[in-house]
């Protein structure tokens, strides 16, 4: 009924954890459930501590193209069941979600896939939830979802699996592809997972969003190998139907733009300054900055794509948890 794929590169520390919230939630469910971890060649003890605490474990070699979504494809492929519950390593699955879980056999087929709160927790001792309802169109569909999701694994097949060149932003390249541009993910409104964070200041993630070596690394180039990968598949029309608050930010923003040329200065700087002004009001600030930085990344990361990466696995062995 149910296959969960676990992802992680140097996740050892955390393992441990996350197999103890993953093992109550088995306990809690009536029906078959199998672990897998897809590990990204990790260079610490995360495989020993996945193979004593898992079904199957996949080790994928080392290259340039490793990813987090080169692990969910893998993933993919490899679980046996209807359903899949993605969850990445420095996550724990919360009990409040256990619930949504274990009611898989009684969901209708016309609803495909579930996605719940996020609780951040950083190292620093702060916590932030996220949800999926945010931005200006709310209601019970989910606007995106992030590493952690439940989807059934027919799907995610049907459109092709999950990405393995995109190295950052391939949830919603995914997404983009399971509902053609509409939201297919309901939102249910409870925790989710516990997600095991580094915290970064405003200034931090400011960095982060104007080049990779500020933090994100390669990820930074997700954005733009997004778009070139859906361009190339004919679904980028698809991506902006989903995901259309950045195109309306950049149409107002331009159209602020052209007012500031063609018109007299005063009136051209006071035009641009509302529209910006009323961007911050409806999308938030955090939004609009994140907007205000997308080109770079965009980019930067359409010259990144390699549509025909896929990854090496090194070594697949059953975990002690194994009972087939």
């Not at 093992?23 to 501590?49: G, H, K, Q, R």
């Not at 992030?146 to 027919?154: E, S």
Request: charged share 20%.
């Amino acid at each position: 009924m149910l296959s969960i794929v676990v992802i992680g590169r140097n996740e050892g520390k955390n393992l441990p954890r996350l197999a103890t919230s993953i093992n109550a939630l088995i306990d809690f469910c009536n029906f078959p459930v199998e672990t897998l971890f897809i590990d990204s060649a990790s260079t610490d003890d995360s495989v020993s501590i996945a193979k004593s605490r898992s079904d199957k474990v996949i080790e994928l070699a080392e290259a340039d193209g490793l990813c987090a979504s080169a692990g969910r494809y893998v993933g993919t492929i490899a679980a046996r069941y209807a359903w899949i519950l993605y969850l990445d390593g420095d996550m724990e699955v919360c009990p409040e979600f256990f619930s949504v879980v274990r009611n898989i056999p009684n969901v209708d087929e016309e609803c495909k896939d579930f996605v719940g709160i996020y609780v951040h927790h950083y190292d620093d001792g702060s916590v932030a939830y996220q949800a999926f309802i945010g931005g200006i169109l709310k209601s019970q569909w989910a606007s995106q979802f992030g590493g952690a999701v439940m989807l059934r694994r027919k799907d995610v097949l049907k459109v092709g699996n999950w990405d393995p060149s995109i190295f950052g932003k391939e949830e919603m390249e995914l997404y983009a592809r399971l509902g053609n541009g509409k939201r297919v993910v309901r939102y249910v409104g409870v925790p989710m997972v516990n997600h095991y964070s580094e915290y970064f200041t405003r200034f931090q993630m400011l960095k982060r969003l104007l080049y990779p070596s500020a933090g994100q690394g390669k990820v930074f180039y997700g954005f733009g190998q997004s778009l070139r990968s859906l361009f190339i598949q004919g679904k980028l029309a698809a991506l902006i139907r989903l995901d259309f608050e950045p195109y309306i930010f950049f149409g107002v923003f331009f159209l602020g733009l052209l007012g500031a040329i063609f018109l007299p200065m005063e009136w051209g700087l006071l035009l641009l300054a509302f529209l910006i002004l009323s961007l911050c009001v409806l999308m938030r600030p955090g939004p609009v900055i994140r907007y205000l930085t997308l080109p770079i990344p965009l980019v930067m990361g359409l010259t990144k794509y390699i549509p025909y990466f896929r990854p090496e696995i090194k070594s697949w062995s059953w975990g002690s948890k194994n009972s087939v």
